[in-house]
């Protein structure tokens, strides 16, 4: 179904008129009926309000399958990031930046330990032969 479509049935669901959904996210009935009929398209800002107006996820209201992350999906996460003032955004960069740095370091750690694994396995393979030469093998 459109957005549109999700839209006015889920709003009807609500008990709710266009102008009362419009008031509700301070909009105006001739913008839900466009939004509706999918002559426009809401902003993302204005999907966050209908979502937390009727009380229903993004995925609902747009008919999109998302992938999630628990219970909240990519979307949801979009519409938070823009809800977000600049300090807010700059110590989440912050964040994540950080969550990559350790991350990467993991996977040079990683990257690491299989190599010493190889090195040690070579070793005990030239140990083996060693003690086989020597006749020292107990194997």
């Known amino acids: 179904m459109s957005l ?4 006015e049935q889920l709003r009807k669901r609500a008990g709710l008129t266009q102008g009362e959904l419009a008031r509700k996210i301070f909009s105006s009935q001739k913008t839900i009926s466009s939004w509706e009929t999918g002559r426009t398209y809401p902003r993302m800002k204005d999907i966050q309000a209908i979502c937390d ?13 998302t992938r999630s992350l628990g ?11 823009q809800t977000l003032d ?16 350790n991350k990467e370091e993991l996977q040079a750690m990683e990257e690491m330990r299989n190599e010493y694994m190889k090195q040690i396995e ?18």
């Open 122 to 139: 070579e070793y005990e393979k030239q140990i083996k032969e060693l003690k086989r030469r020597t006749g020292e093998d107990d194997d």
């Open 4 to 7: 549109g479509t999700n839209l």
């Open 53 to 65: 107006a009727l009380g229903c996820t993004i995925e609902a209201l747009t008919g999109s399958k």
């Open 71 to 81: 219970d909240v999906s990519y979307d949801d996460i979009l519409v938070k990031l």
């Open 86 to 101: 600049i300090f807010q955004l700059k110590k989440l960069r912050e964040v994540c930046t950080e969550l990559i740095k």
